[in-house]
């Protein structure tokens, strides 16, 4: 499959359009808003590689303001954003549009379709307003502390200013003339508004959306069922496409762009962000995101933070591992990386393709990319920061192990339970501690050890949780054992008291935020 990348439109949208030589038709297809995006990127992926291989082209994007592309303020950019890909479609040659809405991006994807244009509704819920009220009530669960700060409101993986909102909360579903279907869970109906549309039940929306990303399962048959109808739609008579005309560098503000690489024997996906005017010893920043989630980070963190870092003079580089984004290719059965050697040597091969010398290199990563940063001593960076580090193991994990580990978990079967409830009972919660803790083996001091005696400086932001963990785990050790004296490394924890470990949390963003420019400026003082 080949994807052509790149940004179009002002404010621009990131733009990843599929296109057979000749296409049958072409489908926008709409990014979930928040968290349930992030969650849904390589299923999105999956359906755009199947609509190709039956002779129809497909545009996945970043609405702006949102994701890797341009900034933008307007209350109803989600929605002209689905209208601008669809633009994009039509300017390869391509006539009729489907859009497609997977969980929240039904809402967009009905609001941007004309009634000529077909329309797929998969797992939509009742209303804008719906969406809104049951988001308001997991990050009132989710999110420690405040969740608004001055008229911006945090939700699960998206900030909102209150025009934004409201306009999120006006959008429904009305009564349609055009090709329409709605997928839904089994024993669930589409929305009432939408009247009376063709309604096919599929499973694994749950299982997509329901969890964390670490959970997520892709839907395969789901996948299917949307194709299979959209192939049904669409003509069989084909007409040629040409390449649509996409800007290959961002300009993100008067001094600062990006653009998009390949590194590595992978060819793993990054975007580069740098400022105009750069030192050429600039140092060199590699932002891991955390589970297996893509290159933007927690509510966007990591696409606002390299463009900081860039502003203050740095150049950085965010990418998506193997089996995250837009790296590799996608299968509904794909086993996660979590843990794996295949990750750390992901980020060698990055760290070799920038060419940056050891001693203006930062690797920074959240949650298992914190572990990661932390597993970089060979590279010899001069600073790495570990922002909500919750695993310090020192072996790394079969690939799809971690992740396999989790769902038995969560998913016991009844043999698991009867012996997870004779083991509670029997052992005493002191011994199934310390239990706990043998497992993580060498915990933070062995974690960390080799990379200070390399001469890096290892910083930790942790929010409760995480800094609890730090604590039992050996880290109080660690920082009093390397306080940065002689040749050594040192380390050092920084505390988030009302932060969450996700970063869903403004709080906890705004402190990782400040924190990371703030080392990185005191390492290399004279860059910016």
Known sequence: MTVLHGWAGRPAIRVAAQLPPAARAGVVICPPLGQEGVIAYRTLRLLADRLEARGIASVRYDPSGRGDAAADAAPDAQVRSARRAAAVLRSTGVERIAFVGLASAALVAAAAA??????????????????????????????????????????????????????????????????????????????????????????????????????????????????????????????????PELVEVLDVDDRVSERIVRMGPEALFGIETVASGQAADAPVVVLHNGAAEHRVGATDYQVELARALARDGARVVRFDRRGTGESTPVSEDERTFLFAQEWIDDQAAVVAALGAPSDRLVLAGMCAGAWLAGRGAEDAPRLVVEISPNDYRRSTAAPGSYVDALRAIDEPSALRLWVRERYNTVVPKAVRDRIARRDRAGGVLGHVRPLVEHGTDVVMIVAPDDAELFDRLGGQRAVRRYPGHGRNGSVDVVRVPDGDHSLFSPVMREAVLAEVRARVAATFPVHA
């Open 114 to 243: 004309d009634e000529a244009d077909a329309l797929v509704l998969w797992d939509a819920p009742a209303s804008g307003r719906a969406w809104l009220r049951k988001q308001r009530a997991l990050a009132t669960i989710t999110i420690h502390g405040d969740r608004v700060l001055g008229e911006v409101e945090s939700l699960i993986g998206i900030d909102v200013q209150p025009d934004e909102a409201a306009y999120l909360h006006s959008l429904g579903f009305a009564p349609r003339t055009g090709p329409t279907i709605a997928l839904v869970r089994p024993g669930t109906s589409a929305p009432r508004s939408l009247g009376t549309v063709p309604t096919t039940e599929v499973t694994g929306s749950g299982e997509l959306l329901d969890g964390t990303s670490m959970h997520a399962r892709i839907p395969g048959a789901a996948v299917d069922t949307v194709v299979a109808w959209l192939d049904a739609w669409a003509p069989e008579d084909t007409r040629p496409t040409v390449a």
